[in-house]
């Protein structure tokens, strides 16, 4: 299984009576991902950077920080160059639209997936909504919930499963939009990093990191 083959194409289709149209950037596309979506890029620079701190080589933690503030898109290139090693070794970032001139489906459909540092499967973006399908303000569960759920995540977790254990890769890591997915993605097994970093982030209301170990 190739990364781009995590994606069930027809299970998705099979949501809507419409057509499904996808698009797939791999590693030949990162300056175009850059241009694209910019910010899931710099969070796969940002994980590999709080995994390296955290692992407890003597290290500034705030040698990078400029390009956290400006949220620098490529920061995953001068990760490499202080840890060096290869941060990125395979990217998958799929973007579908359902083909229906009546409403607007642009970003409803996104699954972006990264083989990175140190032996993890990141899932840098995760949505799958159904667009035709708006939540009142009284319906909602978190601050972003503006659809309802495909309900697809569960699914694609199994193939993502399988693909790390195909490719002996130790963990699925993500990062939470808020504080109100955490007892979503702890239901699917996952857990919170233990560092600092995450702490902070718990205490702050950030994005925050957390686990799942494959084995």
């Known amino acids: 299984m190739e990364l781009h083959d995590i994606i069930q194409r027809n299970k998705i289709e099979e949501k809507f009576d419409k057509s499904v149209s996808f698009k797939q ?8 991902i850059a241009r694209i979506d910019p910010n899931i890029l710099f969070e796969i620079g940002a994980q590999a950077w709080m995994l390296f701190v955290e692992s407890g ?3 500034n933690p705030q040698k990078l920080a400029a390009d956290f503030d400006n949220k620098n898109p490529l920061i995953y290139q001068k990760v490499e160059k ?26 409803c459909i996104q699954l972006s997936l990264c083989r990175m540092y140190p032996n993890d499967l990141y899932i840098a973006d995760v949505v ?5 399908k708006p939540v009142t303000e009284k319906n909602k569960k978190y601050e972003l919930h503006y659809f309802k759920s495909l309900n697809l ?9 399988l693909y790390c254990k195909e490719n002996n890769i130790a963990r699925i890591t993500l990062t939470t939009s808020s504080n109100e ?7 699917c097994g996952f857990k919170i990093e233990d560092n600092g970093f995450a702490k902070n982030a718990l205490a702050y209301g950030w994005s925050v990191p957390m686990y799942l170990w494959c084995a």
């Open 25 to 32: 950037f791999g590693m030949e596309s990162i300056n175009e």
């Open 181 to 187: 997915q955490i007892p979503y993605f702890e239901a």
């Open 82 to 107: 202080v840890i060096k090693r290869k941060v990125i070794q395979d990217l998958s970032f799929t973007y579908a639209k359902v083909d229906d001139p009546d409403i607007n489906s642009e970003g």
């Open 128 to 132: 799958f909504y159904d667009p035709y």
């Open 57 to 59: 080589v003597k290290v």
């Open 153 to 161: 995540f569960a699914f694609h977790l199994e193939k993502i499963k």
